[in-house]
């Protein structure tokens, strides 16, 4: 059974907001910025091994979260997530087993599912785990060594998504309806209001 120590989280939090309106990053639930918020969810689950992946103001953002283990900056998120995950695999490949993709506005995830996804990985290097929910497989997903080429060549090459169905890789399922919640615009703030969360902003 692998061990969180070789598995590292990378949180996206690059993105420019557009349908947000503002950085979302910095949006507060639960009365603390969604960015810290999805680093303690990471940071409970695999410790120090969290990498933040900066852009659109990151200035702004990196202040919100001084307590992150690493940081890299992304300097073509304007061209989408996909230039992110390829930056966190660039900055992980040489020291992580496996890293868990995971955008920052997805805050029901807790650090138990995060876990789960751990614990679903056999060690092989050709294997992925996503999260599943609303019929499909998702982020957040665990995505090991023999996909690191592959997710560094994403800005150039397609999405993510793609290495799901690519036969090179075993891909497992591990299910997580909470991950169905990730704040695009403030529209869904209010639409998703039947989702509450009764565990502390560290667990």
């Known amino acids: 059974m692998p061990t969180v120590s070789n598995v590292y989280v990378a949180l996206l939090a690059a993105g420019a907001s557009r349908r947000f309106g503002s950085p979302k990053q910095l949006y507060e639930w639960q009365g603390i910025p969604l960015v810290q918020h ?47 995950i390829a930056a966190a695999a660039r900055s992980l490949r040489c020291v992580a087993d496996a890293i868990i993709v995971m ?54 090459d397609g999405g993510a998504r793609t290495l799901l169905s690519d036969e090179r890789y075993r891909v497992e399922s591990v299910a997580c309806e909470a991950a169905a919640f990730d704040i695009d615009s403030p529209d869904d703030l209010e639409q998703r209001s039947q989702f509450t969360q009764s565990e502390s902003p560290s667990t």
């Open 103 to 156: 955008p920052v506005d997805q805050p029901l995830v807790t650090a138990d599912h995060l876990r789960a996804l751990v614990n679903a990985w056999s060690g092989d290097p050709d294997k992925i785990v996503a999260s599943h929910y609303s019929g499909i497989d998702g982020t957040p997903t665990l995505f090991a060594a023999g996909a690191y080429d592959q997710l560094v060549s994403l800005d150039l």
């Open 38 to 84: 999805a680093v303690n969810r990471a940071s409970d689950a695999c410790g120090d091994r969290v990498l933040l992946v900066l852009g659109h103001r990151w200035r702004a953002v990196k202040a919100a979260v001084p307590n992150v283990p690493f940081i890299t900056l992304n300097e073509r998120h304007d061209r989408g997530m996909n230039t992110s």
